[in-house]
């Protein structure tokens, strides 16, 4: 089955850059999503599509994906991006979630 | 906008049947879409079960598929899962989400863009 590996734990420092990434065996050839979750909140998409922001997602928010890796990015990066973040990709007619990384802004 | 609300029993026996309800509102689900549900276990990360659309197209999670049913009541503007011979490991905060499904001129996509906001679930004796 397919799989998607993410870093569990991403640290930045607040107006820096954090970038978090997804890798699966030629994900570059298939769609990237991200979801955004807060302690106790269902979760939120961010980027779908590799690229394109949800209504309402500040421009902050940014994704690519070539090769075997997406890649979500935060610039300028603000203490309320603190959160769980998964990657997932759509395979075999099935959904795969990343296992999540936790974004700490310090 | 869109909602959607799980609703269902907190508590569940080992070996019998878990069963949820997804009510939605501000959109009709008969218009399209698909309508899934997806788990996250205490303090680890998010878990496909499997979506249905009002055409009849559905997929599941190959891992429960063989205990998965998923639903859609068009009257009632809901859908539901029921997961059978629970155990233990299906402890889970359940959501239920819509899903924009399709293919472009590149690849499939299956982006799950609205949630509802959670219900716990705790199989126990």
């Known amino acids: 089955s397919y799989e998607l590996t993410q870093p569990p734990s991403v640290s930045v420092s607040p107006g820096q850059t954090a970038s978090i990434t997804c890798s699966g065996d030629?994900?570059?050839?298939?769609?990237a999503c991200w979801y955004q979750q807060k302690p106790g909140q269902s979760p939120v998409m961010v980027i779908y599509q590799d690229t394109k922001r949800p209504s309402g997602i500040p421009e902050r928010f940014s994704g690519s994906n070539s090769g075997n890796t997406a890649t979500l990015t935060i610039s300028g990066t603000q203490a309320m991006d603190e959160a769980d973040y998964y990657c997932q990709a759509w395979d075999s007619s099935t959904v795969v979630f990343g296992g999540g990384t936790k974004l700490t802004v310090l | 906008q869109v909602q959607l609300q799980e609703s269902g029993p907190g508590l569940v026996k080992p070996s019998e049947t878990l069963s949820l309800t997804c009510t939605v509102s501000g959109y009709s689900i008969s218009s399209g879409y698909h309508w899934g549900w997806i788990r996250q276990p205490p303090g680890k990360g998010l878990e496909w079960i499997g979506s249905?659309?009002?055409?009849?197209?559905?997929y599941y999670n190959p891992s429960l598929k063989s205990r998965v049913t998923i639903s859609i009541d068009t009257s009632k503007n809901q859908f539901s899962l029921e997961l059978s011979f629970v155990t233990a490991a299906d402890t889970a905060v359940y959501y239920c989400?819509?899903?924009?499904?399709?293919?472009?001129?590149?690849?499939?996509?299956?982006?799950?863009?609205?949630w509802g906001k959670g219900t716990t679930v705790t199989v126990s004796s």
């Open positions: 989400a819509r899903a924009d499904y399709g293919a472009n001129s590149r690849y499939y996509y299956y982006n799950m863009d609205v």
């Open positions: 030629k994900l570059g050839g298939k769609y």
């Open positions: 249905f659309s009002h055409s009849g197209s559905s």
